[in-house]
């Protein structure tokens, strides 16, 4: 087991241990849970789930929802039950591979369906040093593979949704096209006025309506840094700190 440290999540809602070195996580998986919209009595599936951060928000922030993770890399996954048990989350994690799932999980449907894939293609760039960062940053599992393997875990009418790069916006949007519908997509803004750099994609099992591309959700305030600390903006602060949602905007007829 790595040396790990134990961080703070949700304004100290959620306490999670995390590897010393190597990949840990930061404020995506915790934007992408607060976009998922589920209710209490659904259940949610997190792929990819690493130690739990973005399963453990979505527990902590519908209360009543059954939330569940799958996490390939043994170490993570342990971390993962860790801290689902001291943070008394409804959230079972499943050791397996996306295309190897346990038998347990392939039996099961899900409400809501939510990953943080692997951001850069290892044809396009340089590998981590360090193995466990390389597995969550580094893509082994080809993207295509993802959403096919989120979309045969969803129930008809339940949501998939991804958080990616947004260079690999037209790679996510082909894939998506082909398993799901009603797909809409947010991009993340640094700062009002700047190209996004991630964007959060979210596609409907059996859904119909057109693709819908959301005006940007702004992450920090001002043109610029110009002090020491965050300066996110108030709304992405209650995401962050107060557990609030995220919700995508209401469709334009």
Same mark, same amino acid.
């Given at each position: 087991?790595?040396?790990? $440290?134990?961080? #703070? ?15 840990? /996580? ?6 992408? %849970? /607060?976009? =998922? ?27 009543? #929802? ?8 043994? %170490?993570?996954? %342990? ?35 939510? *990953? ?12 981590? %040093? ?13 993207? *295509? ?9 969803? $129930? ?11 260079? $690999? ?13 009603? =797909? ?15 964007? =959060? ?53």
């Amino acid at each position: 087991m790595p040396e790990t $440290r134990r961080d #703070a999540f949700l304004g100290g809602r959620l306490h999670v241990h995390q590897p010393v070195s190597g990949y840990r /996580a930061g404020v995506d998986p915790v934007l992408l %849970a /607060a976009t =998922i919209p589920a209710r209490a009595g659904e259940q949610v599936l997190d792929l990819g789930c690493g130690v739990g951060v973005a399963g453990l928000c979505v527990a902590q922030r519908v209360p009543g #929802a059954a939330v569940a993770g799958l996490e390939r890399h043994p %170490a993570y996954a %342990a971390l993962a039950r860790r801290n689902a048990r001291e943070n008394a989350a409804d959230f079972t994690v499943f050791e397996g591979d996306l295309d190897r799932m346990p038998a347990e999980l392939r039996a099961r449907r899900f409400d809501h369906v939510l *990953a943080n894939p692997p951001y850069f293609r290892r044809d396009a760039g340089t590998a981590a %040093a360090d193995p466990a960062r390389e597995v969550a940053l580094g893509e082994q599992t080809p993207l *295509a593979h993802w959403v096919e393997a989120a979309s045969r875990r969803t $129930r008809p009418g339940g949501t998939v949704t991804f958080i990616q790069r947004a260079a $690999r916006l037209p790679e996510l949007l082909s894939v998506m096209a082909e398993q799901l519908g009603s =797909i809409e997509a947010l991009p993340l803004l640094p700062r009002g006025g700047r190209a996004p750099r991630l964007v =959060i994609v979210r596609g409907r099992k059996g859904g119909r309506a057109e693709f819908c591309l959301h005006a940007g959700w702004i992450l920090h305030a001002g043109e610029r840094h110009e002090k020491d600390g965050e300066n996110y903006t108030k709304a992405t602060a209650s995401v962050l700190r107060d557990a609030a949602p995220l919700p995508f905007p209401a469709r334009v007829r």
